[in-house]
Structures are given as structure tokens and as C-alpha cells.
């Protein structure tokens, strides 16, 4: 006889995904409480400090370097990058290999900002007396104001005390959330008090999509022969022939001067046809003030202006005068959409 095979857990399977939602809901809450608590922080004691170590930061001769270790080593590692890609030269040295060398790595001109939410790990302890053997700027981030870390820095940035997401108060969450918050608040008051630009964005920042919506529209644009023109009084045979060939879906057209006039689309030709559309004239059909961009348009902005406008082409001007077209199908192969 056969044995009979136990039942599946389905059941607790389902009642252990049906928990998951509740437990994520209540890991945001916790962490959003401590996002929460920061921010009413630096309307208090703490925003003293935070003006303090923007000030120090950008009036620095040198880099700014981020250390740490664990949990808040590598929320340093993510603030050293930010840092670095808005202007701020920045990068992270592990607080362990500091003492093995890598304290070589600081120059006197640098500031640190030391990352330890205790205060009190033991590997910040050289790092510490390098920094005041040699009269470096110290900033710490901390949640304990009295800790050894706070009492040896010029500034100290302490966070206010808040429960971690874990439900056993042990695995950094929310400290790790709040200090990486803080590090975003520090870089972003820094680039606006930079005047940093999204073109200096650009700079440092050319990979990726990112990169790609950071190019200009001179960088992508159609010039020369390939732009589709027509002239004033042209007949409508002739600028679909223009249409055809270049392949935008749409023909510039230029008064006697060279100045864009108008400008035939799939939709006008839509909106016109009638039997003797290809004897009328361009005149008769184009639409008037059509849109067109500057070459120092960026492409993202070119993408929702192309979005917003429900079109699919561009003509890039200078004085009113064509000198490029950028299509939706060259923002797609830069990687802009």
C-alpha cells in the first residue's frame, strides 16, 4: 500500500507572502520616521553644525574625503560618489586601511568627514590622531554627541537617535537611510551654492542615460543637405518629394531670406488632402511659427518638448535660420529615451 504524501505548504507559503507587504510597509514607516526626525533636526541644533560643515566642505583647498567602515562604509562609498559627480572632489578611504597605509592618501589641504554612528569604533582611532597631528579638518557624523569620534572633530553632525526598520533595534536601516540622506543634503547644498549647472553635470557625468540626456541637440542633429527645405511657393509635388527622401516626415520652409517660414508634416498633408493637394502650394498648407529648438538645447529638454508637443522632429535655428533637424528615432539611439 501506498504511503500517503504529506500536504504541500502552499498554504504557509501563501500566508508567509501575505505577511511580506505588512513587514515592507512597516520598514518604510520606520525609516521614513527617521528621514522625519533629521529633518526636524537641522530646524534645530543640528542645522547649526550642517551650515558649518558646507562652509568648511566648500571653502576647502583640498578634497574632501569620506571614511568609514561597515555598514557606514558603504553608505561613504555612495556619498563619496555624489560628492564627486556635482563638484565636489571627493573619494572614500576605508577607516581600517587608513592604518595600513592609506593615510598617505590625505594631505593636509583635504577635509575628512568621518562616518561612524556609535562614534566609537576603535579603527577611527588613527585616523583621528593623523588628522591632528597634521591639522586636518575633522567633521564627524554620529548619533552620539559625547562619543570620542564627535569630541575630536572641528564639527560634529549628530543625527538624532532613531529605531532601526529590524524588529530586533540591530541591523543598521534606518541610521544607515538617515546618514545617507544627510550626505545628500550636504552635496546638494554644496552644488547650489556652487552655482553648478547642469552642463557642468555633463562634464562629469558623459556615460549612460544620464550622459546621453546631457548632450546638446548640436550633438545629435541632421545639418546641411540632410535637412528637408523647401523654399516659399513650392509646390506641394515637390516638397513631398522632399519629404520622401530625406525621411523626417516633415519639410522645412524658408522664406527669401533663409529664415524658416513653416513647415509641412504628415499631419498637414492629413489635414489637406484634397484632390488637387499636389498642385496647391507649400503656402497653402504648411503650418505657420512651427516649433523649432537652439542647438544648445539639451536633448533631454528636446525629448519633452518632442513628448509635450506630441511630434516627432525638430528644426534646430540660429536667427531664425535652419541649420539642423534632430528626429525622435536620434534621441532613441543616444540612449535619451
Known amino acids: 500500500m501506498a504511503l500517503s504524501k504529506p500536504r504541500t505548504t502552499k498554504t ?32 534645530g541644533d543640528l542645522g547649526g553644525a550642517f551650515v558649518a560643515a558646507v562652509e568648511m566642505i566648500r571653502t576647502g583647498k583640498g578634497r574632501l574625503i569620506i571614511t568609514g567602515l561597515g555598514k557606514s562604509g558603504h553608505i561613504g562609498r555612495k556619498i563619496a560618489a555624489t560628492f564627486a559627480s556635482t563638484g565636489t572632489p571627493a573619494f ?70 532613531a529605531r532601526e526598520a529590524c524588529p530586533h533595534n540591530l541591523a543598521p536601516t534606518t541610521s544607515s537611510l538617515m546618514m545617507l540622506a544627510l550626505g545628500d543634503a550636504i552635496a546638494i547644498a554644496l552644488l547650489e551654492s556652487r552655482g553648478f549647472t547642469s552642463t557642468d553635470f555633463s562634464v562629469l557625468h558623459p556615460g549612460g542615460k544620464l550622459g546621453a540626456m546631457l548632450k546638446y541637440a548640436r550633438d545629435l542633429m541632421h545639418t546641411g543637405d540632410a535637412i528637408p527645405l523647401k523654399p516659399l511657393g ?22 527669401g531670406t533663409g529664415a524658416i517660414a513653416g513647415i509641412v508634416t504628415d499631419g498637414d498633408l492629413r489635414r489637406h488632402m484634397r484632390p488637387d493637394l499636389m498642385t496647391a502650394t ?34 534646430v535655428t540660429e536667427g531664425k535660420k535652419p541649420v539642423g533637424i534632430v528626429h525622435l528615432h536620434d534621441l532613441l539611439r543616444a540612449g535619451v529615451a
Open 12 to 43: 504557509a507559503m501563501t500566508e508567509s507572502a501575505a505577511a511580506a507587504i505588512p513587514s515592507a510597509l512597516r520598514t518604510l514607516e520606520s525609516e521614513a520616521e527617521g528621514v522625519t526626525a533629521l529633518a526636524a533636526a537641522l530646524r
Open 234 to 255: 513650392t509646390k506641394m509635388s515637390d516638397a513631398l518629394v522632399e519629404m520622401s527622401t530625406k525621411g523626417f516626415g516633415c519639410v522645412g520652409i524658408v522664406d
Open 282 to 315: 507649400v503656402d497653402e498648407v504648411m503650418t505657420k511659427r512651427p516649433k523649432t529648438i537652439s542647438p544648445n538645447l539639451l536633448a533631454g529638454e528636446a525629448l519633452e518638448l518632442l513628448n509635450s508637443s506630441k511630434i516627432t522632429a525638430l528644426l
Open 92 to 161: 572614500f578611504v576605508h577607516a581600517s586601511e587608513a592604518s595600513h597605509g592609506d593615510l598617505g592618501m590625505i594631505t593636509a589641504d583635504d577635509v575628512i568627514l568621518a562616518m561612524s554612528w556609535s562614534g566609537e569604533q576603535p579603527e577611527m582611532k588613527n585616523l583621528i590622531n593623523y588628522a591632528k597631528r597634521f591639522k586636518i579638518a575633522l567633521i564627524a557624523m554620529t548619533s552620539d554627541g559625547n562619543s570620542t569620534l564627535a569630541q575630536a572633530a572641528e564639527i560634529a553632525l549628530t543625527l538624532p537617535k
